[in-house]
């Protein structure tokens, strides 16, 4: 029976310490879910700028294609476009 002070105040020091601890993982969670959702963000804007590029480097191919006038080619080309762009247009429609 004498223990029991001792056994209650041991508790109450780890108690209190593991609500030191879950203080600081909420707060070290709130940070990791700013830091997630910027990175989030980065991601969409480097995508953005690569689908920008990927068009840049197709709408150079047949300008240089059309450039060299090879009809065939440029033919082609625009059929490969078309036929992209109808991919798109029935995912759109789904």
């Known amino acids: ?5 001792l056994i209650v105040e041991g508790f109450e ?3 209190k310490r593991l609500v ?3 203080d600081q993982l909420k707060t070290e969670n709130g940070s990791l879910k700013v830091e997630v959702s910027e990175l989030k963000s980065e991601i969409d804007e480097k ?3 690569i689908t920008a590029l990927r068009y840049e ?3 150079l191919k047949v ?4 450039e060299r006038g090879d009809s065939f080619q440029a033919k082609q080309k625009i059929n490969d476009l078309l036929r992209e762009i ?3 247009y029935s995912l759109l429609n789904r």
Do not use: G, R
Not at 1 to 5: A, E, G, S
């Open 57 to 59: 480097i197709q709408t």
């Open 13 to 15: 020091t780890k108690i």
């Open 86 to 88: 109808e991919k798109c």
């Open 47 to 49: 995508t953005d700028i």
């Open 63 to 66: 300008a240089k294609v059309l």
């Open 20 to 22: 030191f601890q879950i």
């Open 1 to 5: 029976m004498d223990d029991l002070p």
